[in-house]
């Protein structure tokens, strides 16, 4: 279809960026949504120069209400025919829990949680309509592991997350509509600067952390094969293989050692 696009949420840097990338080479046409304007124009220019499809860009901030009906009306208003849909845009609270504002909690949950949700709703009829189409959400492996005292909503709101595109892999899977939950282990990104844990980040050992663009690259070829979860890399493989069958007193005992200050912040 010469309408099929592709669009990413946090496309502007990071994962959403390798993914809009990796997306392009493939030749899909794409919409890139995040919050600055101006990465997502430069980003756009380059991906078309090099990769000779279409791109178009919207600046929003999922974390107000308003921002997926806008991004929806957006595509419609351009006759965008969205049948690849990656929810990715994600970041993390730096301040403890009982230190941070409701407000800012609820900021948290619509980006992570709610936008998923309200995108996925708002562009399914028109996939239902087209005969299928491709849903990812990037998740985490923090959605299989122990509660952790930095971040405290984080794997919470990702394990949310996974159930949500396991109901609609039972609900859509026959109508041809496939969601692929992506769960990543540490990744190089921004991520962790901008949440305030780069110091965690940074005592991780170097086989645990791998590049945004592997990452990407399998998660891509996991939501086309209409994968119902994808955790990339073998290591991180079999780490949710140790989450899913050990007792959580031993997770956190390992959890401990491979990451050092995620579970004795104060």
Not at 88 to 111: C, L, M, P, Q, W
Not at 239 to 260: D, E, H, M, S, Y
Request: glycine share 6%; with cysteine.
């Amino acid at each position: 279809m010469e309408n099929s696009y592709a669009l990413i949420t946090g496309a502007s840097s990071g994962i959403g960026l390798e993914i809009a990338k990796n997306l392009a080479a493939r030749g899909y046409n794409l919409i890139l949504t995040a919050r600055r304007t101006e990465l997502l124009e430069a980003l756009a220019d380059e991906i078309t120069n090099k990769h000779n499809v279409k791109v178009d860009y919207i600046s929003k901030d999922l974390s107000k209400y308003e921002a997926p009906k806008e991004i929806f009306e957006f595509c419609e208003s351009k006759n965008y025919h969205v049948d690849f849909l990656v929810n990715n845009a994600g970041y993390g609270i730096k301040t403890s829990f009982h230190e941070t504002s409701i407000e800012t909690e609820e900021d948290f949950i619509r980006v992570l949680g709610t936008s998923v949700i309200m995108l996925t709703k708002l562009f399914m009829p028109t996939m239902l309509s087209n005969g299928g189409g491709k849903i990812m959400i990037v998740s985490s492996v923090a959605s299989f592991a122990a509660p952790s005292a930095i971040q405290p909503l984080y794997g919470p709101i990702k394990t949310f997350m996974n159930r949500f595109s396991d109901s609609i892999n039972i609900n859509y899977k026959h109508k041809g509509i496939t969601s692929t939950a992506v769960c990543p282990g540490f990744t190089v990104t921004g991520f962790h600067t901008a949440s305030g844990v780069q110091e965690e980040m940074d005592r991780v050992p170097k086989f645990m952390v791998f590049s945004a663009e592997r990452i990407a690259k399998e998660a891509v070829e996991a939501t086309i094969a209409g994968k119902a979860l994808c955790v990339p890399t073998k290591t991180y493989k079999f780490l949710v293989f140790i989450l899913k069958n050990i007792p959580q007193p031993i997770l956190r005992l390992i959890g401990t050692a491979l990451a050092p200050g995620r579970y004795d912040r104060n």
